[in-house]
């Protein structure tokens, strides 16, 4: 591979992503760490775009529904785990960003070690959004990256208190921000007044919480005729997101007593669209609060179900965010409080196009090191003998990192053989959606009786 500080080279990046969100997640942040190239304007920059195949692997409806990240979602391709060590092994990348859940990092981090490149490339990872739960397990399984994104002040201190109250390094743990923050701010227009509920795909999860929050929905479009009420959805039934969702909102709404009033809609598609029209945003505990902070759009923490660490709406005690349905019926829009915004990284007050640069910084020195040191993750055999090989082996990896015999093999492609492996793979995969959609609530209601 040649060397990285050749301006004649091209800088190549890899993502791999998961799920949709964390496909935007990490396409927009390989765009904002190579933003003017590291080397200077004459440095192309190439990024590549795979998907880990899995249960929430996106459709390509996803994909469009995600916006411009930069990358031709035609051109991007599904691969295994093994299969992306193969491909990094062949292809030479010089930046890897992880945009995968986190027991699926600690397996590529172990995986990108086991290769022993003689130039491996610089891996990056982080979180698509808020981080309200598991914060030491997800944090301690991308232990090991060589830079550690942190969407805000606020956790990028959590993050090394982790780090550093296990002994591990903590040098990785880099301040950044949510990478698909933008828009114009908020402006109100006369005679309109448009309400957006953001729905998430697992929060809340029981189907009362779920029915409760789309009945006072469509009770505050009927309180206020002159008002367009939008329910935000992020998937169809059937697609799955970085979440399960088993209750689909679609279907529940099927389910409601009489019409719903005519200016309440279902509405799809990028959240930064739907945000252009949005006068209030509504949700429990979603990502899109900050987005909508972020444009000064009036926003909205419900807390008719409690303030709860299941719920994720506890992350936004002190925010002067938190209200009710109730309130909100009455016309009360919520005023955030600016300590609280100044270290949830949402920059409102126009320092976000600074935000990425400590991290560019950061992958710069990294990449024109003579050599990178090697891969050290916090989890290793001797470690924790009893947690690491499990999560490696869900990805066909051994103890060591190496492909587990059988399987470190290159997927077979084109020809008749391969569209018949692609056609199958794709009826499995649909299987798969069908029964935990549909038919794992059912056994799991059938248990309860």
């Known amino acids: 591979m040649p060397p ?20 935007k997640w990490g396409a927009l942040t390989a765009r904002r760490l190579t933003a003017g190239a590291f080397a200077g304007p004459a440095q192309r920059v190439e990024i590549s775009g795979l998907l ?27 691969v295994t785990a093994v299969e992306f060590l193969h491909t990094v092994r062949n292809e030479g990348y010089d930046v890897v960003v992880l945009a995968l859940v986190g027991g699926a990092v600690q397996a590529m981090l172990h995986g990108l ?11 990056v990872t982080g979180y698509v959004g808020v981080v309200y739960e598991k914060l030491a397990d997800g944090l301690l399984l991308r232990h ?37 923050l933008g828009g114009e701010p908020h402006q109100p227009r006369q005679g309109r007044d448009t309400v957006v509920f953001a729905a998430q795909p697992s929060v809340p999860a029981s189907r009362a919480d779920r029915t409760y929050l789309l009945r006072r929905l469509v009770e505050h479009a009927r309180l206020h005729p002159n008002r367009e009420v939008l329910l935000k959805l992020r998937s169809k039934p059937g697609e799955h997101t970085t979440h399960i969702e088993e209750l689909p909102y679609q279907r529940l709404a099927e389910k409601l007593p009489g019409q719903p009033p005519p200016n309440f809609r279902l509405v799809y598609g990028h959240m930064g669209e739907v945000l252009d029209r949005t006068d209030l945003l509504v949700t429990v505990s979603s990502t899109a609060a900050l987005e909508s902070l972020h444009r000064r759009i009036p926003t909205a923490v419900l807390t008719d179900l409690g303030v709860r660490e299941a719920l994720g709406n506890h992350h936004f005690i002190g925010s002067g965010l938190l209200t009710s349905w109730d309130h909100l019926d009455d016309g009360h829009r919520p005023e955030p409080d600016p300590k609280w915004l100044a270290g949830q990284g949402v920059a409102a007050d126009g320092t976000y196009a600074t935000a990425y640069d ?3 910084a950061r992958v710069a020195a990294l990449l024109a090191a003579t050599r990178l040191p090697d891969l050290a993750p916090y989890y290793t055999p001797a470690t924790a003998t009893g947690y690491l090989p499990g999560i490696l082996a869900r990805h066909h990896l051994a103890p060591d990192g190496h492909p587990l015999p059988g399987t470190d093999r290159p997927r077979e492609t084109g020809g008749v053989r391969g569209a018949v492996r692609d056609a199958v793979r794709e009826a499995a995969r649909g299987a798969y959606r ?8 059912v056994i799991r209601r059938m248990g309860e009786l």
């Open 434 to 441: 069908q029964g935990v959609q549909r038919v794992a609530p």
């Open 358 to 360: 400590n991290a560019r």
């Open 4 to 23: 990285r500080t050749d301006k004649t080279t091209a800088l190549r990046v890899a993502v791999l992503a998961d799920s949709d969100t964390r496909w």
């Open 144 to 180: 090991g990256a060589d830079v550690v994104l942190a969407n805000s002040r606020h956790d990028a201190e959590r993050f090394r208190a982790v780090y550093e109250g296990v002994g591990a390094d903590a040098s990785a743990v880099t301040e950044a921000a949510l990478p698909f």
């Open 113 to 123: 070690a086991a290769l022993r490149l003689p130039a491996r490339p610089v891996v």
């Open 52 to 78: 880990l195949r899995g249960r929430a692997t996106p459709t390509p409806r996803q994909l469009a529904e995600v916006g411009d990240v930069g990358i031709d979602a035609g051109r991007v391709r599904e």
